[in-house]
């Protein structure tokens, strides 16, 4: 596959979440080529670091875990100056029932409610894109339960995955609409990358190994997995846009605009959801650069 041509980032600043693994890692590697400075913005500093030995470029490694609101809170308190990308990457999938640190159900706290509190935190700081990276399994519930988030006495780890993927691209969708509203020219945009060999899920017991290796089989490298993150990124794509492989059933191939389900773009939805997630995050769209 032809990769993207990504053009000259220098004097760009980008934070990719998740940065030391997965999608993340070529997501920061292709940034530093083009010459982004790149924060690796990861929970464990120590595998942030042995990662970032193979970012090309300018770069450096923070500590940011999204499973903890304080921890979100300090790495967009220390931010000083511009930041022109940030990507929204780092995820969990198929926990086990579990809680974020703030009390949150793992796969919509950390997945989603902490890049939301992320994103509201550093907006007033953000010169060009908020990419937030989804995935097809949003395809995997009808909509956002409001009711019962967290699932509680019916919890399912696909389910909950599914939601907190369909989140991400409401929450794209509600960013835009608010960024259109005051006249920013920042755009927010989703990506995700069919299906990639990484360290997604769970990775014990037989069932787990059998299904990774079948998934090895199907999938594509992360190289190309990190592909649609880069399109959103980097080319000039209306705000809003969803980027994903084009082939069979968006698993793999080229890089391209795709489509979403009608769940995901219910602007009703993705209204309610942000007023959720602002209540229970304690942040909000605010300042944003025009
Ligand atoms: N791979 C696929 O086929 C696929 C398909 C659809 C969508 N996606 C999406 O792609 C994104 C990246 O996943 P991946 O496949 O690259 O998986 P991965 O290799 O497991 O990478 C996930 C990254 O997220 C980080 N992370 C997890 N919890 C975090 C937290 N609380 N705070 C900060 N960072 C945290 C992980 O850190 P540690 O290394 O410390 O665990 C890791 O760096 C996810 O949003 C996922 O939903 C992946």
């Given at each position: 596959?032809?990769?993207?041509?990504?053009?000259?980032?220098?004097?760009?600043?980008?934070?990719?979440?998740?940065?030391?693994?997965?999608?993340?890692?070529?997501?920061?590697?292709?940034?530093?080529?083009?010459?982004?400075?790149?924060?690796?913005?990861?929970?464990?500093?120590?595998?942030?670091?042995?990662?970032?030995?193979?970012?090309?470029?300018?770069?450096?490694?923070?500590?940011?875990?999204?499973?903890?609101?304080?921890?979100?809170?300090?790495?967009?308190?220390?931010?000083?100056?511009?930041?022109?990308?940030?990507?929204?990457?780092?995820?969990?999938?198929?926990?086990?029932?579990?809680?974020?640190?703030?009390?949150?159900?793992?796969?919509?706290?950390?997945?989603?409610?902490?890049?939301?509190?992320?994103?509201n935190?550093?907006?007033?700081?953000?010169?060009?894109?908020?990419?937030?990276?989804?995935?097809?399994?949003?395809?995997?519930?009808?909509?956002?339960?409001?009711?019962?988030?967290?699932?509680?006495?019916?919890?399912?780890?696909?389910?909950?995955?599914?939601?907190?993927?369909?989140?991400?691209?409401?929450?794209?969708?509600?960013?835009?609409?608010?960024?259109?509203?005051?006249?920013?020219?920042?755009?927010?945009?989703?990506?995700?990358?069919?299906?990639?060999?990484?360290?997604?899920?769970?990775?014990?017991?037989?069932?787990?190994?059998?299904?990774?290796?079948?998934?090895?089989?199907?999938?594509?490298?992360?190289?190309?997995?990190?592909?649609?993150?880069?399109?959103?990124?980097?080319?000039?794509?209306?705000?809003?846009?969803?980027?994903?492989?084009?082939?069979?059933?968006?698993?793999?191939?080229?890089?391209?605009?795709?489509?979403?389900?009608?769940?995901?773009?219910?602007?009703?939805?993705?209204?309610?959801?942000w007023?959720?997630?602002a209540?229970?995050t304690g942040t909000d769209f605010s300042?944003?650069?025009?």
């Amino acid at each position: 596959m032809n990769a993207l041509q990504i053009p000259d980032l220098t004097g760009r600043t980008a934070v990719v979440t998740g940065a030391n693994s997965g999608i993340g890692l070529p997501t920061a590697r292709a940034l530093g080529r083009a010459g982004a400075h790149v924060v690796l913005a990861v929970r464990d500093l120590d595998k942030g670091k042995a990662a970032a030995t193979t970012v090309p470029g300018s770069h450096e490694v923070r500590r940011l875990d999204l499973a903890h609101l304080a921890s979100v809170r300090e790495f967009a308190a220390s931010w000083d100056g511009d930041l022109d990308l940030l990507i929204n990457n780092a995820g969990v999938m198929m926990a086990p029932e579990g809680r974020t640190k703030d009390g949150f159900e793992t796969h919509f706290g950390t997945n989603h409610l902490g890049h939301f509190a992320l994103t509201n935190l550093l907006l007033p700081h953000i010169t060009d894109r908020v990419v937030t990276v989804s995935a097809a399994a949003h395809r995997w519930v009808k909509g956002i339960d409001f009711d019962n988030l967290y699932l509680a006495g019916e919890y399912n780890p696909r389910r909950a995955y599914g939601q907190s993927k369909l989140a991400n691209l409401l929450f794209t969708l509600e960013l835009q609409r608010r960024l259109s509203d005051v006249g920013s020219r920042v755009r927010s945009l989703a990506a995700h990358p069919g299906l990639a060999v990484s360290n997604l899920g769970p990775r014990s017991g037989l069932g787990a190994q059998l299904g990774r290796m079948l998934f090895k089989i199907v999938a594509q490298d992360t190289e190309a997995g990190a592909q649609p993150t880069l399109l959103a990124a980097t080319q000039d794509v209306p705000g809003a846009s969803y980027a994903g492989p084009d082939g069979h059933s968006g698993m793999r191939g080229a890089p391209a605009l795709v489509g979403r389900t009608a769940a995901a773009s219910d602007p009703a939805a993705a209204k309610r959801l942000w007023a959720q997630s602002a209540e229970l995050t304690g942040t909000d769209f605010s300042g944003v650069p025009l």
